[in-house]
């Protein structure tokens, strides 16, 4: 049914575009090819209107006019200039932006929307190149199952309703008018009119719980004249209420030193064992508690006392807890379902073959190309092929039919193409498809080189003013501007970072090697790193070096808020040729079979580990409680982990970590008594 009706659809849209007048319900009955197995002129209405409407949906301009003088009966055509993609002319600059714009979505939602686009400029003649390795990187992370459904709610100005879940709280349904999203160190949240409430809100999209259903009924909303999103998610976020004084152990505690407003060192060498003080600001005694129960015995709390008496009881309830029978099972393998392949709904069939056809007629382009382009497998590219030479003009004669040369296609890869003049132009971007790289290039202005670039301003404005032209140009400018306006991504970096990055930048262009006194993630600790730079990387709203670093002899990443001190040494970089940059498909955490399965189990107050780490597996239990299993090449981190989440957490296997754990939480205790 679903290769019928794209043939179908494909047939009305090639006979539209082909004629200059209005054509009747009657006559596309009688003319197009597909409509003929409708036995009954309801029948063939309502598969009339569904084919419209979807089509329609599809970004594809279907118009109604009056078929003749004499007549009043409606009549339907396509018309080529709302119909195909304006002449956009991109100096190479310009056209270098809109690859980088498109790039940034690779991993994320809308990257479909950002690649189609792509290709549909390139089918027009644009030379815009997203594969390009720039010296920049910027990657966006949309895994929010609930991210889609609000962008197109905030694009058709809809409500939305679904059910919430906040931290340590049970599920609540919401429905909310939204007025934009916005990602803030790297987590998107959609902020707007809470109906129930009756007040303006802010929600996390990872904490929505199941669907977003999208109210289609009734006027579209009204934004408040003059709102600011960005305003009004940061207005949520608390602000510090007092300062801890922690004893710390020298050469340890880093994070909070780098967050400390003083450090008084104690007496005698490092290596002795000193101990110094450190002022430390914090929001609230639970988040105090959180962040210095994971430095174990290395961070004693000494005041206020209200923080010293609630941190001795967090680790006393994990060195007390005693293991529950039957508790530690081997943890499961947690891999994930393997993923279906594609689907080939009929909408998404046609759209593709829109965009093959004039791609096809100026390129040499061959099948892997395509497959690996739509995330397909080339069977069923072979089988789209083979759907396009069925479709062609009433008549359907072999003049009238489109032109594919299945054999090459089977033999070499090779797709030629021919008499599908009709198809010949891309159809015009979508708002989704142009919204998508408008933001894209936003976001580029937040880059180290690119700020205030001014072909990130005539990209932009080259954009807009393509998708205001043609019949619906008003309507379509609109829902662009509205897109570009209402989602928002920004990147909140320290001035300290934002020049690391300037720095990083330089010598990345220089071509020069830089010394790092870095952080490390998974361990309290300090290293000294000589690093060839390749890229610098955004992601998740942090900043990233990626380069060849020559302690590890690997390629790694650098997160620029925890590079103590950068060194640009006079010495050229030397990236080996073998060198590969990061797949950062998955997020910037890169595991391996060869790493420990740790299985938590945590509480409602702990469920927000599954949204801020990869999780292989996740298992609901009964009073909101969830059952985590993850990947980690480092089983130490884990133990610091367990100690912050406290007793809002368990490790469920392996049994030896649990103990671990355990253990280290009593040495800790040691330093209140």
Avoid at 133 to 161: G, H, K, N, Y
Avoid at 614 to 635: K, M
Wanted: aromatic share 6%.
């Amino acid at each position: 049914m679903s290769r019928r009706k794209t043939e179908r659809q494909l047939n009305l849209v090639i006979c539209l575009l082909a004629t200059r007048r209005f054509l009747t319900a009657r006559e596309i009955r009688a003319t197009v090819a597909g409509y003929a197995e409708a036995e009954t002129s309801a029948a063939f209405k309502r598969m009339f209107e569904r084919d419209k409407k979807e089509l329609r949906e599809s970004g594809i301009p279907i118009e109604t006019g009056s078929a003749d003088v004499w007549s009043e009966e409606e009549g339907y055509r396509i018309s080529r200039a709302d119909y195909e993609l304006p002449e956009i002319e991109l100096l190479p600059d310009e056209a270098a932006v809109l690859g980088l714009a498109a790039r940034a979505w690779r991993y994320a939602a809308l990257g479909d929307a950002a690649a189609n686009a792509v290709l549909k400029l390139r089918a027009a003649g644009v030379p815009v190149d997203s594969d390009a390795a720039p010296s920049v990187t910027p990657v966006l992370s949309t895994d929010e199952p609930a991210f889609l459904p609000i962008w197109q709610a905030v694009r058709d100005r809809r409500s939305v309703r679904f059910d919430y879940r906040k931290p340590g709280a049970e599920v609540t349904p919401r429905q909310l008018d939204p007025w934009g999203v916005v990602n803030v160190h790297g987590r998107w949240y959609v902020a707007g009119y809470d109906r129930d409430r009756q007040a303006s809100r802010v929600f996390r999209l990872s904490r929505i719980a199941g669907e977003v259903t999208v109210l289609r009924s009734g006027p579209p909303i009204e934004v408040p004249e003059g709102v600011d999103v960005r305003s009004v998610v940061r207005a949520q976020r608390p602000e510090a209420e007092g300062v801890a004084r922690l004893r710390v152990r020298a050469d340890s505690g880093h994070a909070l030193r780098r967050a400390a407003l003083r450090i008084v060192p104690g007496e005698g060498p490092a290596e002795d064992g000193r101990w110094d003080r450190v002022d430390y600001p914090f929001t609230d005694v639970a988040a105090l508690v959180a962040a210095v129960a994971g430095f174990g015995e290395r961070v004693v709390v000494e005041a206020p006392p209200e923080a010293r008496e609630a941190t001795e009881d967090h680790l006393r309830a994990v060195a007390t807890r005693e293991p529950q029978s039957g508790e530690h099972l081997a943890a499961a393998d947690g891999e994930p379902a393997a993923a279906g392949g594609r689907g080939v709904a009929s909408s998404e069939q046609l759209r593709r073959l829109l965009m093959l056809v004039p791609y096809a007629l100026s390129h040499d382009v061959r099948v892997p190309e395509v497959a690996a382009h739509f995330g397909l497998s080339e069977k069923q590219v072979l089988k789209d092929l083979s759907l396009l030479w069925m479709c062609g003009l009433p008549g359907y004669t072999p003049g009238d039919l489109i032109d594919v040369d299945l054999d090459a296609a089977r033999s070499t890869g090779e797709i030629i193409i021919g008499n599908a003049d009709p198809l010949a132009q891309p159809l015009r971007l979508t708002a989704d498809e142009a919204a998508s790289l408008v933001v894209g290039v936003g976001l580029l202005g937040e880059l180290p080189g690119m700020a205030g670039s001014d072909a990130l301003k005539r990209a932009g404005e080259k954009l807009r003013g393509a998708a205001e032209q043609g019949r619906n140009a008003s309507e379509q400018a609109e829902a662009v501007d509205r897109l570009a306006g209402a989602v928002e991504v920004r990147l909140d970096l320290s001035d300290e970072v934002r020049e690391l990055q300037r720095r990083c930048d330089e010598a990345l262009r220089a071509g020069q090697r830089v010394h790092l006194r870095y952080l490390s993630g998974y361990a309290d600790e300090v290293t000294e790193r000589d690093v060839d730079p390749m890229t610098l990387v955004v992601q998740d709203g942090h900043a990233f070096l990626e380069g060849w670093c020559r302690l590890r002899e690997d390629v790694r990443l650098f997160r620029l808020d925890r590079v103590l001190d950068m060194t640009v040494l006079p010495v050229l970089a030397e990236v080996p040729s073998t060198a590969r940059h990061r797949d950062l498909s998955d997020g910037v955490l890169q595991t391996s079979d060869a790493d420990a399965l740790v299985t938590l189990e945590l509480e409602p107050r702990a469920r927000w580990v599954t949204e801020e780490y990869v999780c292989t597996a996740v298992e609901e239990l009964p009073d909101g409680r969830v059952r985590a299993t993850l990947r980690t090449p480092a089983p130490g981190w884990v133990r610091r982990f367990a100690l912050r989440l406290g007793p809002h957490a368990r490790v469920v296997a392996p049994a030896e970590l649990a103990e671990r754990v355990r253990h280290d939480a009593r040495r800790a205790l040691n330093g209140y008594v």
